[in-house]
C-alpha cells in the first residue's frame, strides 16, 4: 500500500508540472538515474538527495566557450570517482591501439592518451552526459567535450568534423563527430582526456583500455599521483594500485614511507620509473643531485604522493 502510494504521488508529481517546470525536470532527471520506477520508488529519501546531487551537472561552472574553466569549488584530494555501470562505450569503432600515454612526453606533459585511428572514423560518447563544448581549441583542435553524471568530464580532441553541439544531451554510444588530425597533431589519431573538476586524471587509472570496455571499479579514490604526468611515462603504462575502499585508502596513507636500495646498473632515471617517481622529486626528497653518482647499497626515500 505504501508503495502503491509514492508510486501515485510520484505519478502526481510528474503529470502536475508537465509544462517546463524545473521542478518536473529535477524529478525527471532523478527517475533517469535509477533503472525504473520501482527502484526510484523504494530509494531511501537520502539516495534519491544523492543522486540529484549528483545529477545537477549543468550547475557548476557550465561553460560552452571555454575547454577550461576555473571551478569554484575544488577537487580535493583524495578524491572518489563513482561510475554507474562497470562499463563505459568504446570512443572508437575498432580496437584502441593506445600510441601515447598520460605522463611526461617530450620534456611536457602530455595530459591524456592517445588512441591511433583514421581520419573519418566516428567517434562515440562513453558515458551518459551533457557536452559542454563543441569548438575549436587551440592545440587540441575540433574539440567535444562532455561532462557525466559523476561529475567527470571526457575530452575528444584532434576530431575533423562535429557530430554534437554544446549542450546537448548525449547516451552512452552517442555519435560525437569524426576523428582526425586537427590542430596540433602529428597524424590522425583521437586525443582522450578524462578531468575531474578541472583536474586531470590518468585515464587508465579510470577505465581499462581492452576490448571489454570496463571501468576499473565502481568506485575509486583518486590520489595525485594520477594526476601528474610528471609521475608517470608517456611510454609505459604505470603500475597500477587502485584504491577502492576507504579500508584500502586508509591503509595506503598510513604505509609507511618506501625505501629504495640502489643496486648495480641503477641510474636515477631507472629507479625513478621503477618507482613512479619523478627524478626531480627523488633528488628533492633525498637532497642529491640529477648528475650524483649513486653508490649501489644507498637508500633512497621514495616520496609518496596523495
Ligand atoms: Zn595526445
Not at 518536473?24 to 533503472?35: M, P, S, V
Not at 574553466?69 to 570517482?81: C, G, M, R
Not at 598520460?102 to 591524456?112: D, K, S
Not at 575509486?220 to 604505470?238: A, F, I
Amino acid at each position: 500500500m505504501k508503495s502503491l502510494f509514492n508510486l501515485l504521488f510520484l505519478g502526481s508529481v510528474l503529470t502536475g508540472f508537465a509544462q517546463n517546470s524545473p521542478e518536473l525536470k529535477e524529478a525527471d532527471k532523478i527517475l533517469a538515474l535509477f533503472e525504473n520506477i520501482e527502484q526510484f520508488e523504494n530509494a531511501s529519501s537520502d539516495e534519491v538527495t544523492e543522486h540529484s546531487s549528483v545529477y545537477g551537472i549543468t550547475s557548476e561552472n557550465w561553460d560552452t566557450e571555454n575547454v577550461k574553466i576555473d571551478y569554484d569549488t575544488k577537487a580535493s584530494f583524495p578524491l572518489q570517482i563513482a561510475f554507474k555501470d562497470s562499463n563505459y562505450v568504446s570512443p572508437i569503432g575498432r580496437d584502441k591501439v593506445i600510441t601515447s600515454r598520460f605522463g611526461w612526453r617530450w620534456g611536457r606533459a602530455h595530459r591524456g592518451i592517445d588512441i591511433d585511428l583514421v581520419t573519418g572514423d566516428s567517434l562515440y560518447a562513453m558515458f551518459d552526459g551533457i557536452v559542454r563544448f563543441a569548438n575549436y581549441s587551440s592545440g587540441h583542435g575540433r574539440t567535444v567535450v562532455v561532462r557525466h553524471y559523476n561529475g567527470v568530464e571526457t575530452l575528444y580532441a584532434h576530431l575533423s568534423s562535429y557530430g554534437v553541439q554544446a549542450n546537448d544531451t548525449v547516451r552512452a554510444g552517442d555519435f560525437l563527430g569524426k576523428g582526425g588530425r586537427s590542430g596540433n597533431a602529428r597524424g590522425s589519431h583521437l586525443h582522450l582526456e578524462m578531468t575531474y573538476k578541472g583536474v586531470h586524471i590518468n585515464p587508465e587509472y579510470l577505465l581499462k583500455f581492452d576490448e571489454n570496455n570496463d571501468v576499473n571499479a565502481s568506485e575509486l579514490w583518486v590520489t595525485k599521483k594520477w594526476t601528474r604526468p610528471e609521475l608517470h611515462s608517456s611510454r609505459r603504462q604505470s603500475k597500477l594500485e587502485l584504491l577502492t575502499t576507504e579500508e584500502e585508502l586508509e591503509a595506503y596513507l598510513e604505509r609507511p614511507t618506501e625505501v629504495y636500495i640502489v643496486r648495480k646498473g641503477d641510474t636515477l632515471s631507472r629507479i625513478s620509473a621503477k618507482n613512479n617517481v619523478s627524478i626531480t622529486a627523488l633528488c628533492k626528497t633525498n637532497h642529491i643531485r640529477k648528475n650524483s653518482t649513486l653508490r649501489i647499497g644507498q637508500k633512497l626515500v621514495i616520496e609518496k604522493t596523495l
